[in-house]
């Protein structure tokens, strides 16, 4: 009896499962294997989280906006689809943090918060004297002797004090994570930092000696970090659907729940069912919790929080907005009382995306333990949103439109322990489900790239496993 074709089922068509798709059907088509791929989403539409909205010559990232341009699988994914050609870097600019109602600059040589540069950061009014000596403390302060994890705010608090930390780490860092640092993973997030701790003892004399941005003299060009597509992320989704043509995909389809016989038979929510010999699952973590229920797989994981947000973009005329500082936008503390986190001057970061004569403000609001807002109506967030901004620029006029998008339970939140916990789920499945594999945001790191490295790993195993 010939065996019949061998089975890959991706579960979500967000940026990991589409990463994952894309290199398999590579693979298969290069090596000739006999193997076919579906990908099933539960949306309408591909792309997940990553979702652009062309209007009136804006091109407007309703959800990431670009990826850090040193973590290489997002750029060499782009290149491989011939994208490359569309990419761009953001344009450099002050940024500032708000602190106390007041924009202040965020001192030269600080990366992620952390002071790499004595002179921008002994001259800066965002830490006080004392503050600052404290920060000092970490060129004499013993390396801890952490062992297992901790949380970032327990690493940073113990090596540079609290205030260096609640004005200067703790708003950037609730920038990415819409976290709370005392409860976020340093091992899941920023183990680079715990290790540079170990090996140079300062936390600081490390950062010096090793981060290229580090290295930079005061009075060079600020570099660009960051890239994205000038035709909007979105524009890399759609491509990568074009070009999975060899694949199966099940739009508007839920997988709710596996079962293992000598396949493996997913149940959809039309009660059909699917067969497969292996599953790379690229959902949230909840909803991998509830499709493996009955075996309590993934009980430790489930409950891990995932924080609910809004992205609100408003364009306005350039007569509209005064008093806009000379930079890139800002990042809010959580002292202040404000309710936006941050917001992007996105008309000077991303020129490219608005028009001549037109400002485009990209606020965030929504943070652990203050997500209520999310909740709430259009409307109601922008008369919110605008109320804070005028506290420190001057918005004159009503916004000539706005897009608000609700991210629910979207920004999981790796709390202390997360890489042990998986690493049993994973030895878990691997017993009970071999073949069955989890990539995406929830699991290994929430950048694009993050994500995309996750998937192409995947889909790797998952093409080692079926020819087993
Ligand atoms: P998702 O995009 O969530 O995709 C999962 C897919 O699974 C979804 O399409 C969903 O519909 C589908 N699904 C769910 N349940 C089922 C089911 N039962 N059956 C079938 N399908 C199902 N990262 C950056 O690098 N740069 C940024 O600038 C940035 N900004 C961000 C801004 C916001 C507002 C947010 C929310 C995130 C941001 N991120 C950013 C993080 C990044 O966008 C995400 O981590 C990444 O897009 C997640 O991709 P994913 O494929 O893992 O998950």
Redesign the pocket.
């Known amino acids: 009896m010939t065996q019949s074709k061998r089975k890959i089922v991706i579960?979500?068509?967000?940026?990991?499962?589409l990463a994952a798709a894309y290199r398999a059907q590579e693979k298969i088509n290069n090596e000739q294997l006999d193997a076919d791929i579906t990908i099933?989403?539960?949306?309408h539409r591909l792309g997940?989280?990553?979702q652009t909205v062309v209007k009136d010559g804006f091109v407007i990232e309703r959800?990431?906006?670009?990826?850090?341009e040193r973590k290489k699988s997002m750029g060499r994914l782009i290149k491989d689809v011939g994208l490359d050609d569309k990419l761009v870097p953001n344009a450099t600019g002050q940024a500032f943090i708000l602190v106390n109602d007041k924009l202040h600059p965020m001192p030269g040589g600080a990366i992620m918060g952390i002071p790499t540069q004595i002179r921008p950061f002994l001259i800066t009014d965002l830490i006080s004297l004392t503050g600052k000596l404290r920060a000092a403390g970490d060129f004499v302060l013993p390396k801890s002797n952490h062992q297992q994890d901790q949380s970032l705010g327990t690493f940073f608090r113990r090596r540079l004090g609290n205030e260096v930390v609640e004005n200067l780490i703790e708003p950037l860092l609730s920038g990415i994570y819409a976290g709370d640092i005392d409860q976020i993973s340093l091992q899941s997030t920023f183990p680079q930092y715990g290790k540079l701790e170990q090996d140079h003892k300062s936390l600081i004399a490390g950062m010096k000696k090793t981060s290229p941005a580090a290295k930079r003299k005061p009075g060079d060009k600020k570099q660009s970090m960051f890239l994205t597509l000038s035709s909007g992320l979105e524009s890399l989704v759609v491509k990568l659907e074009t070009l999975l043509s060899d694949c199966e995909i099940l739009k508007g389809?839920?997988?709710?729940s596996i079962s293992r016989g000598e396949r493996y038979t997913l149940t959809l929510n039309s009660g059909a069912e699917i067969e497969a010999d292996s599953v790379i699952f690229?959902?949230?973590h909840f909803?991998a919790g509830a499709?493996f229920s009955e075996s309590g797989l993934m009980n430790q994981i489930e409950e891990v929080p995932a924080t609910s947000?809004a992205?609100v973009a408003m364009a306005f005329d350039q007569g509209d907005v005064e008093d806009i500082l000379d930079g890139t936008g800002f990042v809010v503390s959580r002292n202040s009382d404000y309710t936006i986190t941050a917001c992007t001057w996105t008309h000077r970061k991303w020129p490219h995306t608005v028009p001549d004569g037109k400002v485009l403000l990209r606020c965030y609001v929504g943070r652990a333990g203050d997500e209520t807002v999310v909740d709430l109506s259009d409307d109601q967030i922008e008369k919110i949103v605008i109320d804070d901004l005028n506290k420190i620029i001057k918005v004159k006029n009503t916004p000539e439109f706005t897009i608000v998008t609700r991210?629910k339970k979207?920004?999981p939140q790796y709390t202390v322990g997360h890489r042990e916990r998986m690493a049993d789920v994973r030895a878990g499945l691997e017993k009970s489900y071999p073949g069955v594999y989890l990539a995406?945001?929830s699991y290994d790191g929430?950048?694009?790239?993050d994500?995309i490295d996750q998937g192409e790993a995947a889909a790797y195993k998952a093409l080692n496993y079926i020819q087993q």
């Open positions: 579960v979500g068509g967000g940026i990991t499962g099933i989403e539960a949306n997940g989280k990553i959800g990431p906006d670009s990826f850090l389809t839920k997988v709710e690229t959902v949230p909803t499709v947000v992205t991210w979207a920004m995406g945001a929430i950048g694009l790239p994500c």
